[in-house]
């Protein structure tokens, strides 16, 4: 029987030597999560950006500074949830990965959040909403805030990427955002 923590390793491990997409051939490092394997809440963002790339770690730009001030006014520490993305290599200039990068990334993602098996997810950004949504084509604008059953069990609440936030330096656009994680701590399960 693996523990978590080796069944995450068997997971980096398969990432760092994956050649299944073209992101591949530009990324630095891979990045492929970070954060409390017994968590009951995850983050899922869309992917890693240069710093990400520079450092293998997620969430560690500017958004990254957004994100945990977020977490921390939310009532949570860094350290205490799960923070990953839907690809685990850095598109060129921070496009948007393509769908055939997504899919072939896809069984990462799913691997990760069968390890850790929490109870709600927050998909940060349309294409993290679209990957539990199997490319529904639905507005990020017109459904975050509002959960979704995602096998049979887990809640997803999407919002918006805090790069989003960042480019819109919006006060409202910030107080929403930290509603939708308040919302979605509101589905973590009393033990
Ligand atoms: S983005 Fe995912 S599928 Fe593509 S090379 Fe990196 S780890 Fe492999």
Not at 32 to 55: A, C, Q, S
Request: charged residues 30%; proline residues 5%; aromatic residues 8%.
């Amino acid at each position: 029987m693996f523990t978590k923590e080796e069944l995450m390793e068997i997971v980096a491990k398969r990432v760092e030597n994956c050649t299944a997409c073209p992101l591949y051939l530009t990324r630095t490092n891979v990045v492929v999560g970070e954060g409390n394997l017994d968590t009951r809440i995850v983050f899922v963002g869309e992917g890693p950006g240069e710093e990400e790339d520079k450092t293998g770690r997620p969430f560690v730009g500017r958004a990254g500074m957004l994100l945990t001030e977020l977490l921390q006014e939310t009532g949570f520490r860094r350290e205490d949830v799960y923070i990953c993305n839907v690809v685990k290599c850095r598109p060129p200039n921070n496009r948007t990965p393509t769908s055939e990068e997504r899919l072939a990334c896809k069984h990462f993602l799913l691997a990760q959040l069968e390890i850790i098996n929490p109870d709600v997810i927050v998909a940060l950004g349309a294409t993290a909403l679209s990957f539990f949504i199997e490319g529904k084509n639905v507005s990020i604008t017109k459904v975050r805030g509002t959960p979704i059953d995602w096998l049979g069990g887990i809640k997803v609440v999407p919002t918006f990427h805090p790069s989003y936030l960042l480019r819109n330096r919006s006060k409202e656009l910030r107080k929403t955002v930290l509603e939708d994680f308040k919302k979605a701590k509101s589905f973590i399960k009393e033990v």
